[in-house]
Protein backbone atom coordinates (compact mmCIF):
# COMPACT_ATOMS: atom_id res chain seq x y z
CA UNK A 1 0.00 0.00 0.00
CA UNK A 2 2.74 2.21 1.26
CA UNK A 3 6.75 1.30 0.72
CA UNK A 4 8.28 4.62 1.89
CA UNK A 5 7.21 6.99 4.67
CA UNK A 6 8.14 10.77 5.42
CA UNK A 7 8.43 11.18 9.17
CA UNK A 8 7.47 15.02 9.59
CA UNK A 9 9.56 15.43 12.80
CA UNK A 10 12.90 15.57 14.69
CA UNK A 11 14.80 14.27 17.98
CA UNK A 12 14.33 11.08 19.83
CA UNK A 13 10.68 11.17 17.92
CA UNK A 14 11.60 10.49 14.17
CA UNK A 15 14.28 8.13 15.39
CA UNK A 16 11.42 6.04 17.12
CA UNK A 17 9.25 6.09 14.00
CA UNK A 18 11.99 5.23 11.95
CA UNK A 19 12.72 2.21 13.88
CA UNK A 20 9.05 0.83 13.26
CA UNK A 21 9.61 1.49 9.73
CA UNK A 22 12.32 -0.20 9.55
CA UNK A 23 11.28 -3.34 10.94
CA UNK A 24 8.05 -3.30 8.74
CA UNK A 25 10.43 -2.99 5.78
CA UNK A 26 9.58 0.62 4.95
CA UNK A 27 11.86 3.39 3.32
CA UNK A 28 12.34 5.95 5.61
CA UNK A 29 12.82 9.87 4.52
CA UNK A 30 14.48 12.24 7.13
CA UNK A 31 12.66 16.23 7.01
CA UNK A 32 14.96 18.87 8.68
CA UNK A 33 15.77 22.47 9.26
CA UNK A 34 19.16 24.68 8.48
CA UNK A 35 19.42 23.81 12.52
CA UNK A 36 19.03 19.99 12.49
CA UNK A 37 21.93 19.01 9.27
CA UNK A 38 23.98 17.26 12.23
CA UNK A 39 21.05 16.00 13.86
CA UNK A 40 20.73 12.45 14.62
CA UNK A 41 17.43 11.54 13.14
CA UNK A 42 18.99 13.46 9.15
CA UNK A 43 21.71 10.25 9.84
CA UNK A 44 19.66 7.78 10.47
CA UNK A 45 17.28 7.91 7.40
CA UNK A 46 17.34 6.53 4.26
CA UNK A 47 16.89 9.88 2.53
CA UNK A 48 16.10 13.24 4.07
CA UNK A 49 15.44 16.45 2.61
CA UNK A 50 15.75 19.75 3.91
CA UNK A 51 12.74 21.72 4.69
CA UNK A 52 14.01 25.50 5.63
CA UNK A 53 14.96 27.70 7.96
CA UNK A 54 15.32 27.30 11.66
CA UNK A 55 12.20 28.60 13.04
CA UNK A 56 9.69 26.01 13.50
CA UNK A 57 7.56 27.83 11.54
CA UNK A 58 9.34 27.59 8.23
CA UNK A 59 10.48 24.31 8.72
CA UNK A 60 8.82 21.45 10.56
CA UNK A 61 5.11 23.32 10.56
CA UNK A 62 5.23 24.28 7.31
CA UNK A 63 2.49 22.40 5.32
CA UNK A 64 3.06 22.91 1.99
CA UNK A 65 6.69 22.68 1.92
CA UNK A 66 6.35 18.90 3.83
CA UNK A 67 4.08 17.89 1.01
CA UNK A 68 6.19 19.15 -1.67
CA UNK A 69 9.16 17.11 -0.15
CA UNK A 70 7.02 14.22 0.65
CA UNK A 71 6.02 14.13 -3.21
CA UNK A 72 9.56 14.61 -4.12
CA UNK A 73 10.83 11.78 -2.12
CA UNK A 74 7.85 9.39 -3.13
CA UNK A 75 6.46 9.07 0.50
CA UNK A 76 3.20 7.13 0.54
CA UNK A 77 2.53 8.19 4.20
CA UNK A 78 3.67 10.76 6.48
CA UNK A 79 4.05 10.07 10.06
CA UNK A 80 3.78 13.37 12.31
CA UNK A 81 4.83 12.28 15.24
CA UNK A 82 4.17 14.53 18.62
CA UNK A 83 3.80 18.10 18.57
CA UNK A 84 4.34 20.00 15.31
CA UNK A 85 1.80 18.50 13.36
CA UNK A 86 0.78 16.17 14.91
CA UNK A 87 -2.62 17.35 15.90
CA UNK A 88 -3.49 19.19 12.90
CA UNK A 89 -6.81 18.19 11.32
CA UNK A 90 -5.55 20.87 8.03
CA UNK A 91 -2.56 18.69 8.04
CA UNK A 92 -4.10 15.30 7.75
CA UNK A 93 -6.62 16.75 5.15
CA UNK A 94 -3.59 18.46 3.31
CA UNK A 95 -1.41 14.90 3.03
CA UNK A 96 -4.88 12.74 1.89
CA UNK A 97 -5.40 14.81 -0.66
CA UNK A 98 -1.69 15.26 -2.04
CA UNK A 99 -2.86 11.37 -2.30
CA UNK A 100 -0.80 9.94 0.99
CA UNK A 101 -1.95 8.20 3.85
CA UNK A 102 -1.70 10.04 7.03
CA UNK A 103 -0.61 7.80 9.80
CA UNK A 104 -3.18 9.06 12.53
CA UNK A 105 -6.52 9.51 13.09
CA UNK A 106 -9.05 10.74 10.48
CA UNK A 107 -9.25 14.72 10.75
CA UNK A 108 -12.96 15.10 11.83
CA UNK A 109 -11.94 12.67 14.91
CA UNK A 110 -9.43 15.21 15.89
CA UNK A 111 -11.71 17.80 15.19
CA UNK A 112 -14.47 16.22 17.46
CA UNK A 113 -12.25 16.12 20.03
CA UNK A 114 -9.98 19.15 19.41
CA UNK A 115 -12.16 21.60 21.57
CA UNK A 116 -12.07 21.31 25.40
CA UNK A 117 -15.63 21.98 25.03
CA UNK A 118 -16.18 19.69 22.02
CA UNK A 119 -14.66 17.08 23.48
CA UNK A 120 -16.43 17.40 27.35
CA UNK A 121 -19.56 17.14 25.39
CA UNK A 122 -18.75 14.14 23.39
CA UNK A 123 -17.92 12.60 26.37
CA UNK A 124 -21.01 13.62 28.34
CA UNK A 125 -22.80 11.93 25.25
CA UNK A 126 -20.73 8.77 25.68
CA UNK A 127 -21.73 8.39 29.46
CA UNK A 128 -18.09 9.21 30.52
CA UNK A 129 -17.45 10.88 33.58
CA UNK A 130 -16.47 14.58 33.62
CA UNK A 131 -15.54 17.31 36.52
CA UNK A 132 -18.60 19.65 36.91
CA UNK A 133 -18.15 22.21 34.86
CA UNK A 134 -19.71 23.96 31.68
CA UNK A 135 -20.40 22.47 28.29
CA UNK A 136 -20.15 25.71 26.75
CA UNK A 137 -17.93 28.90 26.70
CA UNK A 138 -18.66 32.08 29.07
CA UNK A 139 -18.73 35.59 28.62
CA UNK A 140 -19.85 37.35 31.89
CA UNK A 141 -18.27 37.28 34.80
CA UNK A 142 -21.36 37.10 36.82
CA UNK A 143 -22.19 33.56 35.47
CA UNK A 144 -18.76 32.80 36.46
CA UNK A 145 -19.53 33.97 39.88
CA UNK A 146 -22.77 31.55 40.16
CA UNK A 147 -20.75 28.85 39.16
CA UNK A 148 -18.28 29.08 42.04
CA UNK A 149 -21.24 29.47 44.57
CA UNK A 150 -22.88 26.40 43.00
CA UNK A 151 -19.56 24.41 42.51
CA UNK A 152 -17.82 25.23 45.78
CA UNK A 153 -14.28 27.15 45.64
CA UNK A 154 -11.56 26.56 44.14
CA UNK A 155 -12.83 27.00 40.47
CA UNK A 156 -10.81 26.29 37.34
CA UNK A 157 -11.31 28.96 34.65
CA UNK A 158 -10.02 27.36 31.55
CA UNK A 159 -9.43 27.68 27.39
CA UNK A 160 -11.54 26.17 25.21
CA UNK A 161 -8.43 25.67 22.83
CA UNK A 162 -6.53 25.05 26.33
CA UNK A 163 -3.12 22.54 26.41
CA UNK A 164 -0.65 22.31 28.64
CA UNK A 165 -1.82 24.24 31.09
CA UNK A 166 -2.10 27.51 28.55
CA UNK A 167 -5.08 29.42 29.68
CA UNK A 168 -5.45 27.75 32.96
CA UNK A 169 -6.58 29.42 36.17
CA UNK A 170 -6.97 28.27 39.34
CA UNK A 171 -9.77 30.71 41.54
CA UNK A 172 -10.30 30.25 45.39
CA UNK A 173 -12.15 33.11 46.02
CA UNK A 174 -15.31 34.87 43.88
CA UNK A 175 -12.85 38.26 43.83
CA UNK A 176 -10.44 36.76 41.95
CA UNK A 177 -12.37 36.07 39.24
CA UNK A 178 -12.17 39.40 37.24
CA UNK A 179 -8.07 38.99 36.72
CA UNK A 180 -8.02 35.76 36.38
CA UNK A 181 -10.26 35.22 33.45
CA UNK A 182 -8.47 38.33 32.14
CA UNK A 183 -5.60 36.55 32.53
CA UNK A 184 -6.39 33.58 30.91
CA UNK A 185 -8.06 35.37 27.99
CA UNK A 186 -5.14 37.30 27.33
CA UNK A 187 -2.71 33.94 27.48
CA UNK A 188 -5.42 31.92 25.69
CA UNK A 189 -5.54 34.03 22.94
CA UNK A 190 -1.75 34.39 22.30
CA UNK A 191 -1.72 30.53 22.29
CA UNK A 192 -4.07 29.67 20.77
CA UNK A 193 -6.01 32.52 18.71
CA UNK A 194 -9.27 31.49 20.49
CA UNK A 195 -9.87 33.32 24.04
CA UNK A 196 -12.65 31.07 24.66
CA UNK A 197 -13.20 30.09 28.20
CA UNK A 198 -14.99 27.65 30.06
CA UNK A 199 -15.47 26.96 33.97
CA UNK A 200 -14.89 23.71 35.95
CA UNK A 201 -14.91 22.71 39.74
CA UNK A 202 -11.39 22.94 40.34
CA UNK A 203 -10.01 19.51 42.25
CA UNK A 204 -6.97 19.95 44.68
CA UNK A 205 -4.82 16.97 44.23
CA UNK A 206 -5.56 14.81 41.95
CA UNK A 207 -3.77 12.37 39.30
CA UNK A 208 -2.97 12.91 35.40
CA UNK A 209 -4.04 9.44 34.76
CA UNK A 210 -3.84 8.60 31.27
CA UNK A 211 -5.82 5.72 29.28
CA UNK A 212 -4.30 4.33 25.89
CA UNK A 213 -6.26 3.05 22.75
CA UNK A 214 -5.79 1.56 19.81
CA UNK A 215 -8.39 2.14 17.33
CA UNK A 216 -8.13 0.29 13.36
CA UNK A 217 -10.57 1.45 10.12
CA UNK A 218 -12.94 -1.64 11.04
CA UNK A 219 -14.90 -0.11 13.98
CA UNK A 220 -12.75 -2.57 15.91
CA UNK A 221 -10.67 -0.78 19.18
CA UNK A 222 -8.79 -1.80 22.31
CA UNK A 223 -7.37 0.17 25.79
CA UNK A 224 -4.50 -0.99 26.39
CA UNK A 225 -4.04 0.10 30.35
CA UNK A 226 -2.83 3.24 31.98
CA UNK A 227 0.15 5.82 32.28
CA UNK A 228 0.41 7.62 35.27
CA UNK A 229 2.10 10.98 34.81
CA UNK A 230 1.07 12.96 38.00
CA UNK A 231 5.11 13.56 38.14
CA UNK A 232 5.15 16.79 36.63
CA UNK A 233 5.56 20.42 36.42
CA UNK A 234 3.85 23.42 34.94
CA UNK A 235 2.24 20.92 32.96
CA UNK A 236 5.79 19.24 31.78
CA UNK A 237 5.53 16.14 32.42
CA UNK A 238 8.97 14.80 33.86
CA UNK A 239 8.21 11.09 34.94
CA UNK A 240 5.41 8.36 33.70
CA UNK A 241 4.60 5.23 34.65
CA UNK A 242 2.59 1.94 33.62
CA UNK A 243 0.75 1.01 35.49
CA UNK A 244 -0.68 3.56 37.58
CA UNK A 245 0.28 2.51 41.80
CA UNK A 246 -3.84 4.08 42.29
CA UNK A 247 -5.09 1.58 39.82
CA UNK A 248 -7.13 -1.42 40.40
CA UNK A 249 -7.93 -4.06 38.07
CA UNK A 250 -11.64 -2.95 38.48
CA UNK A 251 -10.81 1.09 38.09
CA UNK A 252 -8.75 -0.19 35.54
CA UNK A 253 -11.18 -1.81 33.29
CA UNK A 254 -14.06 0.55 33.97
CA UNK A 255 -11.64 3.43 32.44
CA UNK A 256 -10.64 1.42 29.56
CA UNK A 257 -14.25 0.70 28.93
CA UNK A 258 -15.48 4.68 28.71
CA UNK A 259 -12.36 5.16 26.74
CA UNK A 260 -12.75 2.90 24.28
CA UNK A 261 -16.64 3.66 24.53
CA UNK A 262 -15.57 7.39 23.87
CA UNK A 263 -13.24 6.82 21.33
CA UNK A 264 -15.45 4.77 19.13
CA UNK A 265 -18.20 7.50 19.28
CA UNK A 266 -15.80 9.87 17.58
CA UNK A 267 -14.53 7.30 14.85
CA UNK A 268 -11.72 7.27 16.17
CA UNK A 269 -8.71 5.28 14.24
CA UNK A 270 -4.98 4.87 15.32
CA UNK A 271 -3.38 5.39 18.83
CA UNK A 272 -4.73 7.93 21.06
CA UNK A 273 -4.98 8.82 24.65
CA UNK A 274 -7.12 9.42 26.81
CA UNK A 275 -6.45 12.04 30.01
CA UNK A 276 -8.61 11.94 33.22
CA UNK A 277 -8.09 13.26 36.54
CA UNK A 278 -8.12 10.66 39.68
CA UNK A 279 -9.29 11.77 42.79
CA UNK A 280 -10.77 9.61 45.76
CA UNK A 281 -11.43 6.72 43.69
CA UNK A 282 -12.83 8.32 41.23
CA UNK A 283 -11.88 9.63 37.51
CA UNK A 284 -12.87 12.40 35.43
CA UNK A 285 -12.34 12.40 31.93
CA UNK A 286 -10.09 15.74 30.59
CA UNK A 287 -9.27 15.87 27.17
CA UNK A 288 -7.94 13.13 24.56
CA UNK A 289 -4.54 13.40 22.75
CA UNK A 290 -4.89 12.14 19.26
CA UNK A 291 -1.93 11.47 18.60
CA UNK A 292 1.25 9.17 19.67
CA UNK A 293 2.84 11.07 23.14
CA UNK A 294 5.70 10.69 23.98
CA UNK A 295 5.30 8.62 26.57
CA UNK A 296 4.01 5.68 24.96
CA UNK A 297 7.20 3.91 25.43
CA UNK A 298 5.74 2.61 29.44
CA UNK A 299 2.86 1.28 27.77
CA UNK A 300 4.88 -0.39 25.71
CA UNK A 301 7.25 -2.22 28.09
CA UNK A 302 4.30 -3.43 30.26
CA UNK A 303 2.25 -4.56 27.24
CA UNK A 304 4.68 -5.81 24.59
CA UNK A 305 2.86 -4.19 22.06
CA UNK A 306 4.46 -1.79 19.91
CA UNK A 307 2.55 0.77 19.37
CA UNK A 308 4.44 2.77 16.50
CA UNK A 309 4.25 0.21 14.62
CA UNK A 310 0.50 -0.43 15.31
CA UNK A 311 -0.27 3.05 13.81
CA UNK A 312 1.42 2.02 10.87
CA UNK A 313 -0.29 -1.18 10.50
CA UNK A 314 -3.70 0.09 11.30
CA UNK A 315 -2.93 2.75 8.91
CA UNK A 316 -2.23 -0.06 6.03
CA UNK A 317 -5.49 -1.07 6.71
CA UNK A 318 -4.91 -4.18 9.20
CA UNK A 319 -7.47 -5.53 11.39
CA UNK A 320 -6.63 -4.95 15.53
CA UNK A 321 -5.17 -8.10 16.39
CA UNK A 322 -5.17 -7.51 19.84
CA UNK A 323 -7.69 -9.12 22.55
CA UNK A 324 -9.10 -7.06 25.11
CA UNK A 325 -8.82 -9.91 27.44
CA UNK A 326 -5.03 -10.44 26.86
CA UNK A 327 -4.06 -6.47 27.66
CA UNK A 328 -3.09 -7.05 30.85
CA UNK A 329 -0.06 -5.51 32.66
CA UNK A 330 2.26 -8.22 33.96
CA UNK A 331 5.95 -5.83 34.94
CA UNK A 332 6.12 -2.41 36.03
CA UNK A 333 7.84 0.11 33.37
CA UNK A 334 9.16 4.12 34.44
CA UNK A 335 10.41 6.74 32.39
CA UNK A 336 12.65 9.81 32.94
CA UNK A 337 13.05 12.53 30.80
CA UNK A 338 15.78 14.04 30.10
CA UNK A 339 15.82 17.36 29.16
CA UNK A 340 18.37 20.31 28.59
CA UNK A 341 17.15 22.56 31.76
CA UNK A 342 18.52 23.45 35.01
CA UNK A 343 16.69 21.47 37.69
CA UNK A 344 18.32 24.26 40.36
CA UNK A 345 17.35 27.41 38.26
CA UNK A 346 13.81 26.48 37.91
CA UNK A 347 14.25 24.13 35.02
CA UNK A 348 15.12 26.73 32.84
CA UNK A 349 16.59 25.29 29.51
CA UNK A 350 20.04 24.90 29.46
CA UNK A 351 22.20 25.58 26.08
CA UNK A 352 24.90 23.49 25.03
CA UNK A 353 27.32 20.96 23.44
CA UNK A 354 27.09 17.39 24.53
CA UNK A 355 30.81 16.38 24.92
CA UNK A 356 30.90 13.01 26.15
CA UNK A 357 28.07 11.10 25.83
CA UNK A 358 27.23 7.40 27.52
CA UNK A 359 24.10 5.56 27.57
CA UNK A 360 23.31 3.19 30.35
CA UNK A 361 22.23 -0.32 29.30
CA UNK A 362 21.91 -3.95 30.48
CA UNK A 363 18.73 -5.55 31.65
CA UNK A 364 15.49 -3.19 31.72
CA UNK A 365 16.98 -0.91 30.20
CA UNK A 366 15.77 1.24 27.36
CA UNK A 367 16.92 4.87 25.96
CA UNK A 368 14.83 6.94 23.29
CA UNK A 369 17.45 9.40 22.48
CA UNK A 370 17.53 12.29 19.54
CA UNK A 371 21.77 12.83 20.67
CA UNK A 372 24.73 11.76 20.81
CA UNK A 373 28.09 12.68 21.77
CA UNK A 374 29.81 16.13 20.25
CA UNK A 375 26.32 17.20 19.26
CA UNK A 376 25.01 20.87 19.28
CA UNK A 377 22.39 21.31 21.28
CA UNK A 378 19.76 23.49 18.37
CA UNK A 379 17.90 26.41 20.35
CA UNK A 380 14.53 26.32 18.29
CA UNK A 381 12.86 23.36 19.11
CA UNK A 382 12.20 21.73 22.89
CA UNK A 383 14.08 20.61 25.44
CA UNK A 384 13.83 17.01 25.67
CA UNK A 385 17.13 14.77 24.76
CA UNK A 386 16.07 12.00 25.50
CA UNK A 387 14.05 9.24 27.54
CA UNK A 388 15.63 6.71 29.83
CA UNK A 389 12.59 3.74 30.40
CA UNK A 390 13.21 0.73 32.82
CA UNK A 391 11.15 -1.88 33.87
CA UNK A 392 11.28 -4.59 36.11
CA UNK A 393 8.85 -7.45 37.14
CA UNK A 394 7.18 -4.86 39.99
CA UNK A 395 7.81 -0.90 40.48
CA UNK A 396 10.50 -1.57 42.85
CA UNK A 397 12.54 -3.67 40.81
CA UNK A 398 11.61 -0.50 37.90
CA UNK A 399 12.75 1.98 40.16
CA UNK A 400 15.84 0.17 41.78
CA UNK A 401 16.79 -0.48 38.27
CA UNK A 402 16.13 3.49 37.25
CA UNK A 403 18.20 4.51 39.64
CA UNK A 404 20.86 2.38 38.88
CA UNK A 405 20.24 3.57 34.95
CA UNK A 406 20.41 7.44 36.00
CA UNK A 407 24.06 6.75 37.60
CA UNK A 408 25.44 5.29 34.67
CA UNK A 409 23.76 7.50 32.06
CA UNK A 410 27.04 10.48 31.49
CA UNK A 411 26.28 13.43 29.63
CA UNK A 412 28.77 15.95 29.65
CA UNK A 413 28.62 19.26 28.34
CA UNK A 414 24.71 20.14 28.92
CA UNK A 415 23.00 20.47 32.31
CA UNK A 416 20.18 18.08 32.35
CA UNK A 417 17.43 17.08 34.74
CA UNK A 418 19.39 13.80 35.71
CA UNK A 419 19.98 14.57 39.15
CA UNK A 420 16.54 15.73 39.26
CA UNK A 421 15.02 12.08 38.77
CA UNK A 422 17.95 10.87 40.79
CA UNK A 423 16.60 12.91 43.77
CA UNK A 424 12.89 12.02 42.90
CA UNK A 425 14.28 7.97 42.67
CA UNK A 426 15.28 8.14 46.26
CA UNK A 427 12.62 10.28 47.74
CA UNK A 428 9.74 7.97 50.39
CA UNK A 429 6.76 9.66 48.47
CA UNK A 430 8.08 9.01 45.20
CA UNK A 431 8.81 5.60 46.31
CA UNK A 432 5.55 4.85 47.88
CA UNK A 433 3.43 6.05 44.95
CA UNK A 434 1.77 7.88 46.55
CA UNK A 435 1.98 11.18 44.86
CA UNK A 436 -0.67 13.59 43.11
CA UNK A 437 -0.43 16.33 40.47
CA UNK A 438 1.58 18.48 43.25
CA UNK A 439 4.74 16.35 44.25
CA UNK A 440 7.11 18.66 43.17
CA UNK A 441 5.52 21.72 44.72
CA UNK A 442 4.62 20.04 47.49
CA UNK A 443 8.40 18.56 48.22
CA UNK A 444 10.50 21.61 47.71
CA UNK A 445 13.68 19.30 49.42
CA UNK A 446 13.57 17.25 46.10
CA UNK A 447 15.25 20.35 45.03
CA UNK A 448 17.55 20.41 47.76
CA UNK A 449 18.46 16.79 47.27
CA UNK A 450 19.21 17.46 43.39
CA UNK A 451 21.69 19.81 44.16
CA UNK A 452 23.83 16.65 46.27
CA UNK A 453 23.10 14.78 42.73
CA UNK A 454 24.21 17.52 40.61
CA UNK A 455 28.03 17.46 39.40
CA UNK A 456 29.66 20.12 41.26
CA UNK A 457 30.08 23.72 39.34
CA UNK A 458 33.52 24.50 38.03
CA UNK A 459 34.83 27.59 39.92
CA UNK A 460 34.29 31.02 38.61
CA UNK A 461 36.76 31.66 35.84
CA UNK A 462 38.29 28.21 35.31
CA UNK A 463 35.34 27.81 32.51
CA UNK A 464 38.53 26.69 29.50
CA UNK A 465 41.53 25.84 31.54
CA UNK A 466 41.13 23.19 34.38
CA UNK A 467 43.14 23.82 37.68
CA UNK A 468 41.69 20.74 39.17
CA UNK A 469 43.64 17.20 39.09
CA UNK A 470 41.80 15.15 36.37
CA UNK A 471 41.75 11.39 36.36
CA UNK A 472 43.52 10.18 33.21
CA UNK A 473 44.11 6.43 31.53
CA UNK A 474 47.40 5.78 30.01
CA UNK A 475 48.82 3.05 28.73
CA UNK A 476 52.01 1.59 28.83
CA UNK A 477 53.61 -1.25 26.90
CA UNK A 478 50.30 -2.85 26.54
CA UNK A 479 49.31 -1.96 30.53
CA UNK A 480 46.65 0.33 31.44
CA UNK A 481 47.43 2.54 34.69
CA UNK A 482 45.35 5.23 36.19
CA UNK A 483 47.05 8.63 36.58
CA UNK A 484 46.23 11.84 38.62
CA UNK A 485 47.42 14.60 36.41
CA UNK A 486 47.94 18.07 37.98
CA UNK A 487 48.18 20.78 35.71
CA UNK A 488 47.84 20.35 31.48
CA UNK A 489 48.96 18.38 28.76
CA UNK A 490 51.03 19.70 26.16
CA UNK A 491 49.40 20.77 22.93
CA UNK A 492 50.21 17.58 20.88
CA UNK A 493 47.63 15.53 23.80
CA UNK A 494 44.76 17.56 22.55
CA UNK A 495 42.06 14.55 22.32
CA UNK A 496 42.96 13.12 25.70
CA UNK A 497 42.57 16.51 27.11
CA UNK A 498 39.41 17.52 25.35
CA UNK A 499 37.90 14.24 26.64
CA UNK A 500 39.11 14.89 30.25
CA UNK A 501 37.81 18.26 30.64
CA UNK A 502 34.13 17.45 29.26
CA UNK A 503 34.25 14.03 31.40
CA UNK A 504 32.78 14.07 35.29
CA UNK A 505 32.48 17.75 34.95
CA UNK A 506 29.72 20.07 35.65
CA UNK A 507 28.84 22.23 32.30
CA UNK A 508 30.12 25.66 31.88
CA UNK A 509 27.25 27.76 32.68
CA UNK A 510 26.14 27.57 36.34
CA UNK A 511 27.73 30.42 39.11
CA UNK A 512 28.75 31.81 35.75
CA UNK A 513 28.22 35.80 34.18
CA UNK A 514 24.81 37.34 34.96
CA UNK A 515 24.48 34.75 38.35
CA UNK A 516 27.81 36.65 39.79
CA UNK A 517 26.05 39.85 40.05
CA UNK A 518 24.49 40.25 43.33
CA UNK A 519 21.47 42.69 42.43
CA UNK A 520 18.55 43.04 45.20
CA UNK A 521 15.87 43.49 42.61
CA UNK A 522 13.32 41.48 41.15
CA UNK A 523 14.93 39.32 38.23
CA UNK A 524 13.35 37.65 35.43
CA UNK A 525 14.03 33.97 35.45
CA UNK A 526 13.51 33.36 32.12
CA UNK A 527 13.41 35.52 28.33
CA UNK A 528 9.84 36.55 27.30
CA UNK A 529 7.64 39.22 26.43
CA UNK A 530 6.22 41.39 29.27
CA UNK A 531 2.92 41.07 29.12
CA UNK A 532 1.77 42.69 32.33
CA UNK A 533 3.55 44.98 34.50
CA UNK A 534 1.67 45.20 38.51
CA UNK A 535 4.78 47.15 40.01
CA UNK A 536 5.12 50.98 40.79
CA UNK A 537 8.38 53.08 42.03
CA UNK A 538 8.00 53.04 45.47
CA UNK A 539 5.44 50.82 45.88
CA UNK A 540 5.02 48.53 49.15
CA UNK A 541 5.22 45.05 48.43
CA UNK A 542 4.80 41.80 50.67
CA UNK A 543 7.00 38.81 49.38
CA UNK A 544 5.15 36.65 47.00
CA UNK A 545 3.36 39.07 45.55
CA UNK A 546 2.68 38.87 41.46
CA UNK A 547 4.96 42.24 40.23
CA UNK A 548 4.96 41.26 36.52
CA UNK A 549 3.85 38.38 34.00
CA UNK A 550 6.27 37.61 31.92
CA UNK A 551 4.99 35.38 28.37
CA UNK A 552 7.55 32.88 27.07
CA UNK A 553 6.77 30.04 24.48
CA UNK A 554 2.76 31.01 25.19
CA UNK A 555 3.02 30.78 29.06
CA UNK A 556 2.67 33.13 31.18
CA UNK A 557 4.47 33.36 33.95
CA UNK A 558 4.26 35.48 37.10
CA UNK A 559 7.18 36.99 38.19
CA UNK A 560 6.88 37.88 42.12
CA UNK A 561 8.85 39.64 44.67
CA UNK A 562 11.51 37.47 46.52
CA UNK A 563 11.25 39.40 49.35
CA UNK A 564 8.92 42.32 51.04
CA UNK A 565 9.82 45.92 50.44
CA UNK A 566 10.22 49.05 48.78
CA UNK A 567 10.46 48.92 45.02
CA UNK A 568 12.90 51.91 43.95
CA UNK A 569 12.89 51.64 40.10
CA UNK A 570 10.77 49.34 37.87
CA UNK A 571 12.55 48.88 34.68
CA UNK A 572 10.26 46.04 32.40
CA UNK A 573 8.13 48.11 30.70
CA UNK A 574 4.38 46.34 29.14
CA UNK A 575 5.10 44.79 25.70
CA UNK A 576 8.87 44.96 25.64
CA UNK A 577 11.10 41.70 25.65
CA UNK A 578 13.24 40.68 28.48
CA UNK A 579 16.18 38.69 28.93
CA UNK A 580 16.71 35.51 31.35
CA UNK A 581 18.46 37.48 33.89
CA UNK A 582 17.09 40.81 33.56
CA UNK A 583 16.62 42.89 36.74
CA UNK A 584 12.42 43.89 36.14
CA UNK A 585 12.54 46.26 39.15
CA UNK A 586 14.75 47.35 42.05
CA UNK A 587 14.22 47.38 46.11
CA UNK A 588 14.82 51.08 48.11
CA UNK A 589 17.46 50.73 50.68
C1 LIG B 1 -7.75 20.43 36.31
C2 LIG B 1 -7.18 20.21 37.57
C3 LIG B 1 -8.04 20.12 38.64
N1 LIG B 1 -9.37 20.29 38.46
N2 LIG B 1 -9.06 20.58 36.19
C4 LIG B 1 -3.77 21.16 33.93
C5 LIG B 1 -3.49 21.07 32.48
C6 LIG B 1 -4.73 20.70 31.82
N3 LIG B 1 -4.51 19.71 30.83
C7 LIG B 1 -5.63 20.22 32.90
N4 LIG B 1 -5.00 20.56 34.14
C8 LIG B 1 -5.67 20.42 35.30
N5 LIG B 1 -7.01 20.52 35.21
C9 LIG B 1 -9.83 20.52 37.23
N6 LIG B 1 -11.14 20.68 37.07
C10 LIG B 1 -5.81 20.06 37.68
C11 LIG B 1 -5.05 20.19 36.53
C12 LIG B 1 -3.65 20.07 36.73
C13 LIG B 1 -2.94 19.05 36.14
C14 LIG B 1 -3.52 18.11 35.31
C15 LIG B 1 -2.79 17.11 34.74
C16 LIG B 1 -1.43 17.03 34.99
C17 LIG B 1 -0.83 17.94 35.79
C18 LIG B 1 -1.57 18.96 36.37
C19 LIG B 1 -0.94 19.88 37.19
C20 LIG B 1 -1.65 20.88 37.74
C21 LIG B 1 -3.00 20.99 37.51
Given at each position: MFDTVLIANRGEIALRVMRACRELGLRCVAVYSEADREAPHVAYADAAYLLGPAPSAESYLSIPRIIEVAQQAGAGAIHPG???????ADFARAVAAAGMVFIGPPPEAMERMGGKTAARREATDAGVPLVPGTLEPLESLDEIRRLGDAYGYPIAIKA???????GLRVVRTPDEIADAFASARREAEVAFKNGALYVEKYLTNPRHIEIQILADTHGNAVAIGERDCSVQRRHQKLIEE??????TPQIRAEMGTAAVRLATSVNYVGAGTLEFLFEDGHYYFLEMNTRIQVEHTVTEMVFGVDLVKAQIRIAQGEKLWLRQEDLVPRAHAVECRINAEDPLANFRPALGTVGEYREPSGLGVRVDSGIRANYAIP???????SKLITWGADRNEAIARMRRALADYQIGGVITTIPFHQAAMAHPIFISGDVSVNFIGQHPELIETTRSFAPPAPEPGTSETPTEPRNLTVEVNGKRFGVRLFGDLPAGAAPAAAAAKSSRRGP????SSQMAVKVDGVVSPIQGRVAAVRATPGQEVTAGQVLFIIEAMKMENEITAPHAGKLGEVLAQEGTTVESGAVLATFQH
Open positions: YGFLAENVGGGGGRCPSPALQFYDSLLERRG
